[in-house]
């Protein structure tokens, strides 16, 4: 038997818990484990479709010990959640998890422990990122990656080496710069690298193991799987992004100024056309329905189409006071700032009416 504090186990278990496929293939996986570790009681959640295998360890404020056990993840969750004492014990007697907290009492089945994959060993170390450099990073490239519902689906992925990189093969990715120093390439699904953003509060020490890639951070241990990237080499969006000439505009003013096209360009296709040419940016949708400018430092004279929703959607989200735009052939446009770079696939320019 265990006594746990309530308010801290609660934490942990709905951390845990997030991992929890909502759609259940294998009854293993709406399961949560709990085992004792080196004094702490961890518990563990393996979403397999995902391939996520997460763990995070608590203090246990009095007992000694409990056998490992695998109960519901929800009924667990909403046990914690509903304790009225301060402390909660943990007792496993036959099949059954014994719960009580104050006059509260409850009783959970349980399931066969080994069923879990055992926790992975660390492996190579990769690089640790200082503390919120993860969240900062990978906050500013997450939107690019479609359909991220906590827990959920992904449709996107990370690629982990020197730099960040998020895709979403609709119209755009992006990147932002890490460091020189990191040591090969690793894709991960983005569903995995929004757990981790989520769950981490300080430094993340990362490791290549033979599962994928292990995040420490404290108590909180997480591995992800790796992807395959299906042979697209996104990487190549960027080559031309050095000979490009770019115009610099006030982020601010150009994202409110997108904001109002989009309400128009809806109604055609999300299509925009945009002119860039004395010093100023101008956008224009359905030839005269919707047109706007605002102040900018131009090199050249440059007319392109976009998916107005994409550009928009990057031009609020890219952190800085000013952003550098720019267009490549009128196939590629990039919008960057400081570390952070996006390209955006252009549209065919629409003949006029």
């Excluded at 265990?2 to 259940?24: D, F, G, H």
């Excluded at 484990?33 to 391939?51: C, P, S």
């Excluded at 991220?148 to 990715?173: E, M, R």
């Excluded at 929703?309 to 031009?315: G, K, M, P, R």
């Amino acid at each position: 038997m265990i006594t746990l504090n309530t308010k801290e186990a609660s934490k942990t278990i709905t951390n845990v818990v997030r991992a929890v496929p909502r759609k259940i293939e294998h009854p293993i996986s709406q399961c949560v484990k709990l085992f004792m570790d080196e004094g702490l009681l961890r518990m563990m959640a393996f979403n397999i479709n995902d391939g996520i295998i997460i763990s995070d360890g608590l203090d246990i404020v009095g007992g000694d010990d409990m056998p490992p056990v695998a109960v519901d993840a929800s009924k667990l969750n909403q046990v914690f959640q509903s304790a009225i004492g301060d402390t909660a014990t943990l007792r496993v007697k036959g099949n059954m998890l014994h719960f009580k907290s104050g006059t509260m009492s409850a009783r959970l089945a349980t399931q066969d422990a080994d069923m879990f994959v055992n926790r992975v060993e660390n492996g190579e170390h990769i690089y640790t990122l200082p503390s919120k450099d993860l969240s900062r990073t990978a906050r500013s490239l997450m939107f690019l990656s479609d359909n991220i519902d906590y827990p959920g689906n992904y449709s996107g992925a990370f690629l982990i080496s020197k730099y960040f990189l998020t895709t979403n093969n609709s119209y755009a990715v992006g990147r932002r710069l890490i460091s020189n120093d990191i040591v090969g390439e690793y894709w991960l699904p983005a569903y995995g690298i929004n757990h981790v953003v989520r769950s981490a509060s300080g430094d993340v020490e990362i490791y290549k193991t033979p599962y994928g890639l292990k995040f420490l951070c404290g108590n909180l241990d997480i591995d992800i799987s790796l992807v395959d990237n299906s042979g697209t080499d996104f990487g190549k969006a960027f080559l031309a992004i050095r000979e490009t000439e770019f115009t610099v505009v006030n982020r601010s003013k150009f994202s409110d100024m997108l904001s109002a096209a989009l309400v128009f360009a809806i109604d055609f296709s999300k299509y925009a056309s945009i002119e860039m040419a004395d010093n100023k940016i101008a956008v224009c949708v359905g030839g005269d329905v919707f047109s706007a400018s605002v102040a900018a430092e131009t090199v050249s004279n440059v007319t392109f189409g976009v998916n107005c929703e994409a550009l928009s959607e990057i031009v609020s989200k890219i952190s800085g006071g000013d952003i550098q735009i720019g267009v490549y052939q009128g196939r590629m446009i990039y919008v960057t700032a400081g570390d952070s770079e996006y390209a955006l696939a252009g549209m065919k320019l629409r003949e006029p009416a």
